[in-house]
């Protein structure tokens, strides 16, 4: 490989060399949902003899934007629509190797989700062959990625070696470029050149300024990855989509049942016996709801279950301390009213007391006239 640092030096002999037109390296970055969305990111490190590409992308995608050594197509020129998968593209200069970056997306199918083989052609530029072709997938969570042959499924290694191995393919052309070019052109090219040399491992990435590649940065940022590199490279990638199940889900439904069995438990006794408990037991239940909030929380999902015994943990809290701060339930606070009765109350009191002895003591006037009189001792 060449040093990154110092980029070779032109060539007089490989002045007048005519490079050959090719696809040196096609990369894509795809990530599919489990519905069967797709988004994309695809370069194309190439040598062309003429401006107009043809770029060609798998059925049923659509192009967004398209970036010629970092810098939009449209920008400097329209890109045309010729068919439903085929757009044209101009780059203007074709006097050394450039880097083309389209990013994509669109729709693989409902059968990617339900598990069933999705045969995908790699995007292409028509009219030119394609030297490498590597692939990267990015699957939903929840299941692995099945590729068939001819594909092989390799490392991150295989590819940094895959993409220094292209860009040293490289070299040749932009030493043809920097001979045939003025001062000028010849120092920019060599800049250009060190800087391609510097991020010759680095995958395929859209500009982060426009909407769509920061869209298709952060969508691929996201998922279980697969690398592959495919030979040939105009045979078609072959995947199938296989969902795991999940071990802890019987756990997860017992755990679920048992905390809302215990809560229910506890919820029917305070409605039964709201004045039997004792304190103790009321921060007990409390303590009991809020740990074992926490512990599936930490442990468990869904966290719902978690959320609503943590509240009811907290709002009991907050019930006893303001129980246990304010009056008593069986205590009425003292009125201005409640005083005066009182006081009138005991104020009537001796008066009563009075009459009554009085009357106890003292008997009727009648009570003679209405006495029996006396028997004589003559008829006893």
Do not use: Y
Not at 93 to 122: H, K, T, Y
Not at 151 to 177: C, M, N, T, W, Y
Not at 250 to 259: D, E, G, K
Request: proline residues 11%.
């Amino acid at each position: 490989m060449p040093d990154v640092a110092s980029p070779p030096e032109a060539s007089p002999s490989n002045a007048g060399a005519e490079a050959e037109p090719r696809v040196e390296l096609t990369e894509v970055d795809l990530t599919c949902e489990a519905r069967g969305r797709a988004w994309g990111v695809v370069r194309f490190d190439l040598v062309a003899r003429v401006p107009l590409l043809r770029l060609q992308l798998p059925p049923g995608m659509r192009l967004f934007e398209a970036f010629v050594d970092g810098h939009p197509v449209a920008q400097a020129s329209p890109v045309a629509q010729v068919r439903e998968n085929e757009w044209e593209l101009r780059i203007h200069d074709v006097g050394w190797p450039r880097s083309l970056v389209a990013v994509f997306a669109g729709d693989v199918g409902p059968a990617f989700g339900d598990g069933a083989p999705i045969e995908m052609p790699a995007p292409r530029i028509v009219g030119l062959p394609c030297a490498r072709l590597l692939w990267t997938l990015r699957c939903p969570r929840g299941g692995v990625l099945r590729v068939a042959e001819p594909a092989v499924v390799v490392g991150q290694d295989a590819l940094e070696r895959e993409r220094r191995d292209a860009i040293s393919a490289l070299v040749p052309e932009f030493q043809r470029a920097i001979a045939r070019a003025d001062a000028v052109h010849a120092e920019r090219l060599r800049g250009f050149l060190q800087a391609r040399l510097g991020r010759a491992a680095t995958p395929p990435d859209a500009p982060r300024s426009t909407t769509g590649g920061a869209e298709a940065s952060t969508i691929a940022a996201s998922g279980p990855t697969t690398s592959i590199v495919l030979k040939p490279t105009d045979a078609r990638l072959t995947i199938r989509f296989v969902r795991q199940g999940d071990p802890t889900v019987p756990m997860r439904a017992i755990a679920t049942l048992v905390i809302l069995a215990a809560g229910g438990t506890i919820w029917g006794t305070a409605r039964r016996r709201p004045l039997g408990w004792s304190p103790p037991a009321a921060w007990l239940t409390a303590v009991a709801a809020g740990l074992i909030g926490t512990l599936w929380l930490l442990l468990l999902s869904p966290v719902w279950p978690a959320i609503l015994l943590l509240k009811c943990a907290t709002a009991s809290a907050v019930a006893l301390l303001w129980l246990r701060s304010g009056p008593r339930a069986n205590e009425s606070p003292a009125s201005p009213d409640s005083d005066a009765h009182a006081r009138t109350a005991a104020f009537h009191a001796p008066a009563a007391a009075v009459d009554s002895s009085i009357t106890q003591i003292a008997p009727p006037a009648n009570a003679a006239a209405s006495a029996p009189p006396p028997r004589s001792p003559e008829r006893a």
